[in-house]
């Protein structure tokens, strides 16, 4: 593993105790697009994104100075936390509107998904997959790890199924003519609809109607996808990190 | 450790089970039968297996069988009727009866069942070939002879002591020619000819003696037209369904393809002209309806009627005179019903109905023993063609209208509705019918339970369909409780380019859906378990089947579970815009019934891709295997007939005749075969604005014999019968 002599530890990673200047203003500053943007009658998405940018010099000042610290493996690793930790943040949102607040299903879409579900999505899930092999690859070693890079392909591999499924889709009404139809929210692998529930290989099989994988809408097939992958995260670096308990640790601020 | 991975794998396994299995064991209470019927068997004409006495003949190579051969050695056998010279099939004998007929050298032996078998009418057909068809005639008395004043011949002797001393009028009929020199290639002579035979004088010069003799009439008739005597092909067993086209096209008109005109028609299936085999109403919005009457071997008689802009139809005994009428509702006017005599459809404005219906569904629900009927309104379209013109007038809603002595007193259950389906399940379990009408359009299905108090609104269900496009009621589990199936629209393919054409649509039509939303977009399954109904439609997995209509359950390949068949299409240019022929293009769906547990799309042939609407199952050709019929819009209508041969079956008929709904509509039938209760009842009309049979269908697997039958009539009592053969139509009536 390629580390520092001083030893890194999980509470670190939302240690923005140095950063809370930087983060005031840049909330500050991020807050004033977003009032524009209200005035402008822009979606919601985008006064979030803004306001999510503004915490952003924040929080890249934090991870430089981790990097700066203890190396570029306990940097990316912060950056995966905290990334994956709003992810679960945006799903919890999803789930609070779906199932709460009982909006229908298609405006149920978080926070950023908003602009578009499936690039989103399929984005961040893509970056995820390819810090968590780099941090393997680093050294990031344990059953957990293990089991988290094989969940993360895994979800990686299904929003890659629902993003060529949403560009055939997309594709196949252009050349109908019906321009301007959304494609976004169609079943993916898993979840009620999806493949493995009306597959031909599995339709009389019990298989097909597996409670919960082939039964939950895709909102809840991916909140739980993401409860998953936090939770493995954690746990491996939590794993990783205690091994070396006895090295003391220097404050960030 | 291991015993905690022990427990969790058990656990598991009892949820897959559990999830995967639609069975419950029926907990039936005790039937206490106190009404004696009458029951006549009788086997089925093509039936696969025969279990009656049979003998054949090695001169002509046709074989013989119960109860035409016990007819024909009671009746003097070679000497009268000469050999065989067919099989035996359904034959269309005249307006007034079709039936099992053979052909002998000398005769047609008709099977009339409970009027036992007769001779057909031989001499009068010989003629008619000969064309010199008979006409009264002027014979006067004279000695030695019997004048017949019916037809005005006269017989004389020899041929008159012949006619006397071998069955007279039952076995010759009356004379219908004199007595004349008759000539064929190796014989003339007198010859005199009677309704039913040919009597001819045979000289034997050599003991200078006469004989009298019959005529090869059988042998004669068909030579000249063979196709008359030679039993209709049947289908092969061939494990799939072979299409027939029938003369009818339902058609959406000038003004074209467009939402509400795009619905289509309804049709209905029953016996018209009581000769046994089920005739077919075929609906049409710009056309005529059409009326099939079936001439036994999927051959039907088509009859345009001056009925049109019909929805559903439905062939039922409204009044009880023991007559089947023809009822339709229509798209802007009331409801009529046609009586089918001498080929025509005598048209009546339904008593004391007024307003113009979409959906109806008959059943006697004040238990005076006479069939009611609800109707639901399709207020969309008619907002749509008449503005506010409709609620001005009052509105629609759903009425139920209760049969008086002079006609109809109406009650309305409330004002609104896009009713397409009406059922009469027992929604609570207390005995009674309840009415459910499905509703079009996001409108939520409704109910009302029968009370003492009269008709009380409920919703019962936690998640219905938003759509209701068809709706029926039947057990899919034996579990001898019923389940009420509902169509909607849902693609079955989720293949992108399926989906392509649906998400324009879906769009428009398909309210957003939350997560408490009790309507979804998809066919739903509602099954009583616990108290308390579930839509386990997706569990089950017959929760999409494309844009759906028409859906009904039935045992095609007899093994004891119904399948379900739903027909698919839209077309619609409002909608459809982005789809070349602006036709969503759909096969239909036949679901195997897997057990109870789940079903499975099978291809038996029944994948028609024209854009099905009404659609019922029947068995036409009275062979113990449910065929289909489907009226599509812009298509010809066709019908499916059944060579899967897979399993025995029984029908059973119910006639009440201490009541005025002689069909019974509303019985339930239990057969019971060893441990397993088969559970059907008679209806009127389901699915998609589709009348049924008043025969109901059961397939029993391998069974060869039903241990017990128990009949609950519309009025709560009870009949049972003991151990009745398979493969056969059981008549259970009910009265003298």
Excluded at chain 1, 19 to 29: F, H, N, P, Q, R
Excluded at chain 2, 456 to 480: H, K, L, S, W, Y
Excluded at chain 2, 696 to 704: F, I, L, R
Aim: charged content about 15%.
């Amino acid at each position: 593993m390629v580390s520092s002599t001083l030893q890194f530890r999980f509470r670190q990673i939302f240690d923005l105790r140095a950063e809370v200047v930087w983060l005031m203003y840049g909330l500050a500053v991020g807050s004033l697009f977003a009032y524009i943007a209200a005035q402008q009658k822009m979606p919601l998405w985008v006064m979030a994104a803004f306001i999510i940018a503004g915490a952003l010099p924040a929080y890249a000042r934090h991870t430089y100075i981790i990097y700066t610290r203890y190396g570029w493996w306990s940097a990316l690793l912060t950056m995966l936390v905290a990334a994956q930790s709003f992810h679960g943040v945006e799903h919890v949102v999803q789930w609070i509107q779906y199932h709460i607040l009982r909006w229908p299903f298609f405006r149920a879409s978080g926070i950023i998904s908003a602009a578009n579900a499936e690039w989103v999505h399929f984005l961040w899930n893509w970056m995820v997959l390819i810090i968590m092999i780099v941090l393997v690859k680093g050294g990031l070693r344990n059953w957990a790890a293990w089991l988290m890079l094989a969940w993360t392909t895994a979800h990686t591999a299904e929003h890659t199924y629902l993003m060529y499924r949403y560009q055939q889709t997309l594709n196949e009404l252009a050349v109908l003519g019906a321009w301007g139809t959304s494609a976004q929210g169609l079943p993916g692998f898993f979840g009620r609809d999806g493949w493995l529930a009306t597959s031909d290989a599995t339709r009389d099989t019990f298989v097909c109607r597996l409670p919960g994988i082939t039964t939950a809408v895709r909102l809840d097939v991916h909140f739980w996808w993401n409860v998953g992958e936090t939770l493995l995260l954690i746990l491996a670096t939590s794993l990783q990190l205690n091994k070396q308990k006895s090295t003391p640790t220097e404050p960030l601020v | 450790m291991a015993l905690l991975l022990r427990f969790f794998i058990v656990c598991c396994t009892s949820l897959m089970l559990l999830a995967c299995s639609g069975v419950q064991s029926a907990v039936l209470p005790p039937i206490q039968p106190s009404v004696v019927v009458d029951v006549t068997t009788t086997a089925y004409t093509d039936a696969v297996t025969n279990t009656t006495r049979t003998q054949c003949f090695d001169q002509t190579g046709f074989c013989v069988s119960d109860p035409i051969l016990a007819h024909w050695e009671n009746n003097g056998g070679v000497s009268v009727f000469g050999y065989p010279i067919s099989d035996v099939f359904v034959s269309r004998v005249d307006a007034n009866w079709t039936g099992p007929v053979q052909w002998f050298e000398r005769d047609r032996l008709e099977d009339h069942g409970n009027a036992g078998v007769l001779s057909g009418r031989l001499g009068v057909a010989a003629l008619t070939q000969q064309g010199r068809p008979w006409v009264p005639g002027a014979d006067v008395a004279a000695d030695g002879c019997q004048l017949f004043a019916e037809t005005g011949y006269a017989v004389c002797e020899p041929f008159l002591s012949y006619w006397q001393q071998n069955g007279g009028l039952t076995r010759f009929g009356y004379p219908i020619s004199g007595r004349y020199i008759g000539q064929s290639d190796t014989w003339s002579g007198p010859v005199q000819y009677f309704e039913r035979r040919r009597l001819e004088l045979h000289a034997d010069t050599a003991r200078n003696t006469s004989t009298v003799m019959l005529g090869n009439l059988g042998s004669e008739i068909c030579a000249t037209n063979a196709s008359e005597c030679t039993k209709p092909p049947v289908q092969a067993c061939a494990n799939t369904f072979v299409r027939h086209e029938l003369a009818h096209t339902t058609s959406a008109g000038p003004a074209g393809d467009y939402v509400y005109t795009s619905n289509g028609s309804g049709l209905a299936v029953g016996d018209l002209n009581n000769d046994g085999l089920s005739d077919i109403a075929l609906g049409n919005i710009d056309g005529p309806v059409s009326i099939l009457i079936n001439q036994g071997g999927f051959s039907f008689t088509a009859h345009q009627t001056t009925l049109s802009d019909v929805r559903a139809l439905a062939i039922v005994d409204m009044d009880g005179d023991g007559q089947n009428e023809v009822v339709a509702t229509r798209r802007f006017q009331r409801p009529v019903y046609g009586s089918w005599q001498d080929n025509t459809l005598t048209l009546t404005d339904m008593p004391d109905v007024y307003m113009a219906f979409y959906a109806m569904g008959w059943h006697d629900l004040n238990g005076d023993g006479r069939l009611d009927v609800v109707f639901g309104t399709y207020d969309t379209e008619q907002l749509k063609e008449q503005g506010l013109i409709f609620t001005q007038r009052g509105g629609g809603g759903v009425f139920v209208y209760y049969r008086t002595d002079t006609g109809y007193r109406g009650e309305r259950l409330n004002n609104q509705a896009d009713a397409l389906a009406v059922a009469f399940p027992d929604i609570n379990h207390d005995g009674l019918s309840d009415i459910v009408v499905g509703n079009d359009f996001n409108r939520r299905d409704m109910i009302w339970l029968a009370t003492p108090r009269g008709w009380q609104a409920d919703e019962p269900f936690r998640q219905t369909t938003e759509n209701t496009m068809g709706m029926v009621v039947a057990d899919i589990n034996n579990d001898a409780m019923f389940e009420i199936f509902a169509t909607d629209m849902k693609p079955y393919d989720q293949s992108t380019d399926t989906m392509a054409k649906w998400l324009p649509v879906m769009s428009k039509l398909t309210r957003p859906l939350t997560a408490d939303d009790p309507q979804y977009p998809e066919n739903s399954l509602q099954m009583y378990q616990n108290g308390t109904w579930d839509d386990r439609a997706y569990d089950l997995q017959i929760d999409s089947s494309g844009w759906s209509w028409s859906g009904k359950f039935g045992d095609f390949d007899n093994d004891g579970w119904q399948d379900l068949y739903v027909v698919n299409g839209m077309i619609a240019k409002d909608l459809f815009a982005h789809i070349a022929e602006k036709e969503l293009v759909e096969a239909n769906m036949l679901f195997h019934n897997q057990r109870g547990a789940r079903f499975v799309p099978v291809d038996w042939g029944l994948n028609d891709t024209s854009s099905g609407r009404g659609m019922s199952i029947a068995d036409f050709n009275n062979d113990g295997r449910l065929d289909v019929v489907i009226n599509p819009l812009n298509d010809a209508a066709v019908v499916y007939e059944n060579t899967l041969c897979q399993g025995k079956s029984v029908k059973v008929k119910l006639v009440d005749n201490s009541t005025a709904n002689k069909a019974a509509v509303g019985a339930v039938v239990r057969v019971h075969v060893g441990d397993t209760i088969y559970t059907r009842t008679v209806t009127a009309i389901s699915g998609y604005l589709s009348g049924d049979d008043a025969m109901v269908h059961v397939g029993v697997g391998q069974a060869t014999s039903i241990d017990k039958i128990i009949v609950i009539w519309p009025d709560g009592n009870a009949s049972q019968l003991e151990q009745q053969p398979v493969d056969t139509t059981i008549t259970i009536t009910r009265g003298s």
